[in-house]
């Protein structure tokens, strides 16, 4: 799944510390969401959307690998 | 059972049929009491993943440490400090290795083993198993990797004491496999915790 937060953090001007804390998450978990490492739970992808005043699909993007099992 | 037992033992009395209905009543009022711990416990634990509050971390620590200290002397000493001599009840003991248990008896024994066997296992699920200071998905499944991880090293490094180590030194193994899971647990989460932190950093 490719994101697109980092972009949108750019564009809000916020940090990863300032992001997470909005929707209340650890540093770490906006990190490595944004590295691509770990696949977040719906909600917390509605959350970042909600954050960013965004649909979640212009935030999250499937692939073609998230297809395959 | 205690109500009836009471009432056969007060006898007709007037007063003690007071005493009688007031301790019903109190115990009713207990049983009431009692429900609404349950359903409320019965929310706190759907909430919390079965997590501690993060102050019980520091809990932990506290007897986590003793507990190794203590368990050291314990390993130093074999003969034990008299002063930790009691006597304790025992549901099964033998009195020596190859004679016949007996049950439900009370013997004297040094506790100091016992003492930081308690401290270490609770110690170390206080420190394990309390939330983070934000416990969020991430760590959730950091948490649950780990515990994995280390239940698979505890049991596989068991199976090769199974194999090749016996008699007395198996015992020891025992003794070390009582608290290996946990500590190997500890090690892999924070480990994976520090390595998560430090990403950021290189990030930043």
Redesign the interface.
């Known amino acids: 799944m490719k994101n697109s937060i980092k972009v949108e953090r750019a564009k809000k001007n916020i940090t990863q510390a300032q992001l997470a804390e909005l929707v209340n998450v650890s540093r770490q978990t906006i990190n490595a969401i944004e590295l691509g490492k770990y696949n977040l739970s719906t909600i917390l992808a509605l959350k970042i959307a909600h954050v960013f005043n965004e649909s979640v699909h212009n935030i999250f993007e499937l692939e073609e690998s998230d297809w395959e099992s | 059972m205690l109500v009836v037992v009471f009432i056969c033992i007060s006898g007709v009395d007037k007063l003690n049929v007071i005493y009688t209905c007031l301790y019903v009543m109190y115990i009713c009022h207990y049983d009431i009491f009692a429900l609404h711990l349950c359903h409320n416990f019965k929310s706190i634990i759907m909430k919390t993943n079965y997590l501690f509050p993060n102050r019980f971390k520091k809990i932990g620590w506290l007897l986590f440490i003793p507990g190794i200290i203590l368990g050291v002397l314990c390993l130093i000493d074999q003969s034990g400090i008299s002063f930790f001599d009691i006597k304790v009840i025992a549901i099964i003991a033998e009195q020596s290795i190859f004679s016949d248990a007996s049950f439900f008896s009370i013997l004297e024994n040094n506790v100091l083993d016992e003492i930081s066997s308690i401290l270490l296992i609770i110690g170390a699920l206080l420190i394990a198993f309390s939330k ?3 416990e ?4 959730s ?1 950091i948490r649950l990797e780990s515990l994995v991880w280390a239940t698979y090293i505890n049991y596989a490094i068991l199976i090769f004491a199974i194999i090749f180590i016996y008699d007395m030194t198996f015992l020891w193994v025992l003794v070390f496999n009582m608290f290996t899971l946990l500590v190997f647990f500890l090690i892999r989460f924070n480990w994976a ?1 520090y390595k ?2 430090n ?2 950093s290189n ?2």
Request: aromatic share 6%.
């Open positions: 983070e200071k934000t969020d998905e991430f760590i499944k915790l998560s932190k990403q950021i990030e930043e």
